[in-house]
């Protein structure tokens, strides 16, 4: 590094290549085993002007290296790493002249603060050995010069400090050659001038020593029109009085070298701190403790601002600690090497308390009980920033009721606080509010407002990051006559991903950076994990699909994720619930890019393809237990088979994880795994129905049939038509879904599946009778009925007998279809088969009420309730919204019958009860949106009306028939904003009869809608 880089293996120089190959290992060496991270290599290579392949060329400068250096050694013994999303050069100290050179340094400067100047001379002596050329000469650019002068400097002070250390040691000084060169080449530099005064005077020339300080002063005076310094005076009065001192060794240490007390004070808070109130005042909370130790750990992910939150908060608190506030930086995540040890800190905590160094114990604890025996009796604020670990901080801590210690740390520090009590503080992402504050604060009220909507999307592309959000500001702020719309719509386009955009070329700042530092503290087997997690279709996920992902049992996977969590690099949202934000993942994603092949990547997306296609099948047969479900495709093996167990954990499965199961379609098409996603499809499809969610069920299923077509496979083509046929009748298209249908029994014909095609049959048949295209129906149903003579199973059976019910009561023939319908209801009701039973009551309802059975109707009305109330527990957020409806329509449909049975007073205690549960209905899921409706002035007049129903105390037939109208007149308001077909059937008051037991189309009930 001294002179041209070169470089040798087994004694044999090696071609390092182009100027720019060099600079590439020239960046390497200067970080010392540092991880280097691209962007850091590319602003060295073309700083401002970096090209738009300078990310491919500096991988092939690496890779170039990589072969000449690593040679056939294996991944353990290579020189030059990939490591995450960065570079490392892998080097013995004593392998690189540079490296030599600086650690010789180190080692003198420990040297001189622990007083031992002897062994600080000999350090520095073989450190100034190593200077026999200017640093990377050769060397083109901006970045190499600014190196050269910053190594210069460096050097240049080693020689000062090696003839500060000879002048006090007393014995040879033998540095005149290079304070001369140095004076020669700084010839304004006054210190150097000064120590080469009084090395000429040791070595008993002092006149040599006076001309020195005359072609200074005449330097000074004719460059800067100024006079030597107070101290440089000083030694030139000794000189003329021959001061004996100066030919001798001197006992006083000068004061240049000594030790900064300063490093360790607390930092000014930053003018443009936004929110975090709640979290400022949990902080405060912990000077209210009233025993000892008060200490906090505030943790939280990489870049989300816990620094700048303590120190706003110590500075806000400083008058409660006279004694002084004190502020350490622990490096705990700038690398391994940077990590400082807590002697070192302790040593630097003493410093700064004013403590002497002489007579200080050697060993950590001596210096821990010196260290705590010194803040017994004070007040003092300590601040232990970055920490690694519980281990590098617990002698740290104080345990002096006056003092109050607060720790930062990506990690939780479980340990500390289970063992000291402390109290632990998570600092999250800024909400939108806040985010945009901060921006406020950093461009300006005016610039923010004239362009609020590119603020609020920069703040999201930045995913509410405080570290992100002020890097992008910064660059924003440098560029007034930038438009913020247009670098929104750079960002949110991804023209300019969003950490090339967050890059700086200070490492604490650059996001990617800075994220690389916690990934690099990973086990490997989180670092893993980590990498796949990038795959995920979306930023949330649970424990066993990441088991399914990285193939490992749940129980491991739970540890990584709780590893990562303690990290903080995702986010633990609830039980086996995680989610992290958007740059965690665009970081992951470039790791997983450089480090895993794309076969292995492809291996591990099939396998949470097959997670998704066991689990939603397993919660789709709780919703629709019959054989009408295709078996699952081949699922690789290291796949969690998840199962669900009754129907409203299938309801919460599919409500949670809907996001990511609409999003495994493309996820599929993108990585070749389409030959399984019309078995998603088809497992999705009966929550789909239920939800309402038809336009969903047809987005998708136009993929896979795509597909299907595209390979001539038969069977997917069916099943993705039937489930297009039920979309389009569903929104009203009745002929695409007619097409549709046709089109699903040609596909399971040409297959030869007999139960596919027989099961399309029936849904063509309930959907004829649906339109009242009876004969129709029935020539479909005995098609159905053919298909599943041969074997047919007990649901093909009962199909076929709910079939015929529906066949009865639309022809009238009410009594014969009790007898059907009656048949395995209480099987099913001991069963647990809720949905389908729903169903059948419904049906049986229409026939007893149909029939003048009243009270067997009311009766089955209350069963009704009673069912929807055991499945539900009222909690309605945990199903779809058609079971809320459904109960307040039978609710009112039981007043009804009721009324008709001549329980008169029951009956409108009952109406009162729906007409509340109605006016919450409405308020909840319709008055948001009232203003959308074509006739909004009718929709609130509506709405008036049963309110002015509501609030009459009478109750008698004629409020029973006025709360009637009322409810006649918003449920067909209701039914033109999208309401299911039970609001849009109270719309005829007491229903007729086919009304109420009229299939649902394509033969699904109550539960398709």
């Avoid at 109420?996 to 109550?1006: F, I, R, S, Y």
């Amino acid at each position: 590094m001294f002179g041209t880089v070169r470089a040798w293996r087994d004694e044999a120089e090696l071609d390092l290549g182009s100027p720019q190959q060099r600079l590439t290992l020239a960046v390497l060496l200067l970080a010392e085993g540092r991880v280097v991270q691209a962007p850091e290599i590319i602003h060295a290579l073309w700083g401002e002007r970096a090209p738009q392949a300078a990310r491919g060329t500096v991988r092939t400068y690496v890779y170039r290296l990589r072969k000449l250096l690593n040679g056939d050694a294996g991944q353990d013994d290579a020189v030059l790493r990939s490591e995450g999303n960065g570079y490392q050069l892998v080097l013995a100290e004593d392998q690189v002249d540079l490296s030599r050179f600086l650690g010789r340094v180190r080692a003198a400067e420990a040297s001189v603060a622990a007083h031992d100047r002897q062994r600080a001379v000999t350090l520095l002596r073989a450190a100034v050995e190593e200077l026999k050329d200017e640093p990377l000469r050769g060397i083109p650019g901006d970045w190499a010069d600014t190196e050269r002068s910053r190594l210069g400097q460096i050097a240049v002070r080693t020689v000062e400090l090696l003839a500060e250390q000879q002048l006090g040691v007393g014995g040879r000084v033998d540095v005149l050659e290079q304070l001369a060169a140095i004076s020669e080449a700084e010839p304004l530099r006054e210190r150097v001038h000064e120590l080469l005064m009084r090395v000429l005077c040791r070595l008993g020339r002092p006149a040599e020593a006076l001309t020195v300080y005359e072609r200074l002063r005449t330097t000074l005076r004719e460059e800067l029109g100024v006079d030597p310094s107070p101290a440089l005076r000083e030694t030139h009065a000794r000189v003329l009085r021959a001061d004996p001192a100066l030919s001798s060794a001197t006992t006083t240490p000068p004061d240049h070298g000594a030790r900064s007390a300063r490093s360790a004070l607390m930092p000014m808070a930053l003018p443009v701190f936004a929110g975090r109130e709640a979290e400022l005042k949990d902080l405060n909370s912990v000077l209210d403790a009233t025993t000892a130790p008060r200490t906090a750990v505030v943790h939280g992910a990489a870049g989300v601002g816990k620094t700048t939150f303590v120190v706003q908060w110590a500075n806000q608190v400083a008058p409660s600690f006279p004694d002084g506030q004190f502020f350490v930086n622990l490096r705990g995540f700038e690398g391994e090497d940077a990590t400082r040890e807590p002697a070192e800190v302790l040593h630097e905590l003493l410093d700064a308390l004013d403590l002497p160094s002489a007579n200080r114990p050697s060993g950590l604890d001596g210096l821990v009980a010196l260290y705590r025996s010194v803040l017994a009796e004070r007040r003092a604020l300590v601040v232990l920033d970055n920490a690694r670990d519980s281990k590098q901080v617990t002698p740290l801590l104080s345990a002096a009721p006056g003092c109050t210690v607060v720790i930062t740390s990506r990690r939780e520090l479980t340990s500390l606080v289970a063992s000291t009590g402390a109290h632990s503080i998570k600092i999250g992402l800024l909400d939108m509010e806040e985010s945009v504050a901060l921006m406020t604060h950093r461009l300006g009220e005016e610039r923010v407002h004239r362009e609020l909507p590119a603020v609020r999307a920069i703040a999201a592309v930045c995913a509410h990051l405080p570290l992100a959000l002020a890097v992008a500001a910064a660059r924003i702020a440098s560029n007034p006559k930038l438009r913020l719309s247009d670098i929104a719509d750079q960002l949110t386009n991804e023209v300019e991903p969003g950490l090339d955009f967050l890059a700086t070329d200070d490492p604490h700042s650059d996001v990617r950076t800075v994220l690389s530092w916690s990934y690099r503290a990973l086990t490997p087997e989180a670092a893993r994990t980590f990498r796949l997690l990038a795959l995920l279709p979306l930023s949330r996920t649970t424990t066993p699909a990441v088991a399914s992902l990285t193939a490992l049992s749940v129980s491991r996977a739970r540890a990584v994720l709780r590893e990562l969590s303690a990290l903080c690099l995702i986010n633990e949202d609830g039980s086996d619930q995680f989610s992290w934000h958007d740059l965690l993942k665009e970081y992951a994603a470039e790791v997983l890019a450089d480090t895993v092949d794309v076969e292995e990547q492809r291996a591990a997306c099939g396998r949470l393809l097959g997670h998704y296609l066991v689990l939603t099948r397993s919660a789709s047969l709780q919703l629709h237990s019959n054989d009408d479900m295709p078996e699952l495709p081949h699922i690789p093996p290291g796949v969690t088979a998840q199962a669900v167990n009754n129907l409203l954990s299938a309801f919460d499965m599919f409500r949670s994880q809907r996001g990511t199961l609409l999003s495994l379609f493309d996820f599929a098409t993108r990585w070749g795994l389409e030959s399984s996603s019309w078995q998603l499809a088809w497992y999705l499809r009966y929550y789909l129905d239920a939800a309402f969610l038809w336009e969903e069920m047809s987005a998708i299923n136009e993929v896979t049939l795509a597909w299907a077509r595209s390979v001539g496979d038969h069977l997917a083509t069916g099943y993705s038509h039937r489930s297009l046929s039920r979309a389009a009748a569903m929104l009203g298209d009745v002929k695409a879904g007619a097409r549709h249908m046709r089109l699903a029994i040609q596909a399971f014909k040409a297959s030869g599946d007999r139960q596919a095609e027989g099961y399309a049959q029936l849904q063509a048949a309930n959907w004829l009778n649906f339109i009242n295209q009876d004969e129709a129906g029935l020539d479909h149903a005995r098609q159905a009925q053919a298909l599943f003579r041969d074997a047919p199973s007990h649901h093909q059976e009962e199909a076929l007998r709910e079939m015929t019910a529906v066949s009865h009561l639309k022809a009238g023939r009410y009594s014969d279809a009790v007898i059907t319908l009656l048949r395995n209801l209480t099987s099913d009701y001991d069963a647990g088969a809720t949905l389908k039973l729903l169903r059948k009551v419904e049906y049986l309802t229409g026939a007893y009420a149909s029939l003048g059975e009243y009270h067997k109707a009311a009766e089955l009305h209350e069963l009704t309730l009673k069912l929807i109330l055991e499945l539900t527990g009222a909690d309605w957020g945990r199903l779809p919204y058609s079971f809320e409806e459904q109960f307040t329509t039978e609710s009112f449909l039981l007043a009804r019958m009721l009324f008709m049975t001549g329980e008169t007073d029951r009956a409108l205690r009952v109406q009162r009860e729906a007409l509340n549960r109605l006016r919450s209905l409405f308020l909840k899921h319709y008055m948001s949106v009232v203003f959308q409706h074509p006739d909004a002035t009718r929709a609130r007049q509506a709405f008036a009306h049963l309110e002015d129903v509501l609030s009459e105390d009478r109750a008698d037939h004629r409020w029973f028939a006025a709360s009637a109208r009322a409810v006649d007149e918003l449920a067909t308001v209701m039914a033109q904003m999208g309401s299911s077909r039970y609001i849009a059937e109270l719309r005829d008051g007491n229903r007729a009869s086919v009304a109420t037991t009229k299939a649902a189309p394509c033969g699904e009930g109550p539960l398709r809608g």
